[in-house]
């Protein structure tokens, strides 16, 4: 197939996103409206040019000057009107790229300029995925989308944003996350606030193993009790390969990653933006799938890295020679991951996914 044959034939693929940002994915036309709405100065008035300016500055092989590009989207979002309506949109665009289950992680503390309260975001990005996922039902097309709240690393705000979450595990949220700068901000800054997730049988995932290497990747899965690891690229650190024989030899905290299945959200676009990977033949997502680590494959940032996961199951076939049965593995490995019941997950697995992967069966890419 041609590429552009390729990437037709993946876009019909179900598929399953736990890691992405919902500040990292607005579109470019609304952010250049909301800027204006609010009296933001952008880098370029232009979308098409705006959207250039994105990927060109979150290409710089450095995730802190990554995460400077974020301050223009979050200027933006500090209404419940620009809330709701980011969420709205970014339902529609992950459902329109075949996304049937999504995860949209967001930090509310980056959300309160304009007067809001922590819950009063929470409930507007909720508006905003209901809304979305009723229009793209009427579309055609089912998603079922959960937020992720996040608190910033950098913060002091941990335990009120895990109380938040928990809150309104009956109102969208599914989730807790810690993101922002990892280097120099591990769990262990708020050892209490995992006691609290635990005791609150609460699930978590963290960023880990991006920025910082495997000390951050134990502590996560240790201290942080995490259910899934946010990136976790950087345990190949803990992995000895031998280019000649073609084996590879697992540190102890390698084997326990695996052991435990504990899912790693990896992103390769992004990663080869922040330098975490040389090319997407070489990224580190296919050696860990080949060693059979739970393996999921994600966008983090769709307008930074001007991407979907049409355009990230594209360039793994396309440069690592992935297969449709790689990218099936994949997507059920994520819905089984994901953080519904038991058997809401089966029920994604079973009913939504593989019927429309067998449809295709035989079929190559």
Known sequence: ???????????????????????????????????????????????????????ESA?????????????????????????????????????????????????PEQHLRRGLTLQ??????????????????????????????????????????????VANREAGVVGFDIAGAEDGFPPSRHPEVWRYLAENDFPTTIHAGEAAGTDSIREAVHLGQADRLGHGARLVEDIAFDAGSGTATLGRLAHWVRDHQIPLELCPCSNLQTGLAPSIREHQITRLKELDFAVTLNTDNR??????????????????????????????????????????????????????????????L
């Open 59 to 107: 290409d710089s092989g450095s995730l802190v000057r990554y995460l400077e590009t974020f301050e223009h989207t979050i200027a933006v979002m500090q209404t419940a009107d620009a809330l709701r309506r980011v969420a709205r949109e970014a339902v529609l665009d992950l459902a329109a790229d075949g996304v049937v289950y999504a995860e949209q992680r967001w930090a």
């Open 303 to 364: 307008l930074m890295s001007r991407t979907s996961m049409t355009h990230e199951m594209t360039r793994l076939v396309h440069e690592a020679g992935w297969t449709v049965d790689d990218l099936a593995d994949v997507t059920i490995t994520a819905a089984w991951s994901a953080f519904i019941h038991h058997d809401e997950r089966r029920s994604l697995v079973d009913d939504v996914i593989l019927p429309r992967y067998q449809q295709i069966e035989g079929a190559r």
């Open 1 to 55: 197939m041609t590429p552009t044959e390729l990437e037709a034939h993946i876009a019909e693929l179900p598929k399953v996103l736990l890691h992405d940002h919902l500040d990292g994915g607005l579109r470019p036309q609304t952010l250049v409206e909301l800027a204006a709405d609010v009296g933001h100065t952008l880098p370029a008035e232009d979308p098409e040019a705006l959207a250039d300016w994105f990927e």
């Open 120 to 165: 009063q975001t929470v409930e507007a990005v909720q508006a905003g995925i209901e809304e979305g996922t009723a229009l793209a039902a009427e579309q055609g097309r089912d998603i079922r989308v959960g937020q992720l709240v996040t608190a910033m690393r950098h913060a002091d705000r941990w335990q009120e944003i895990a109380e938040l979450a």
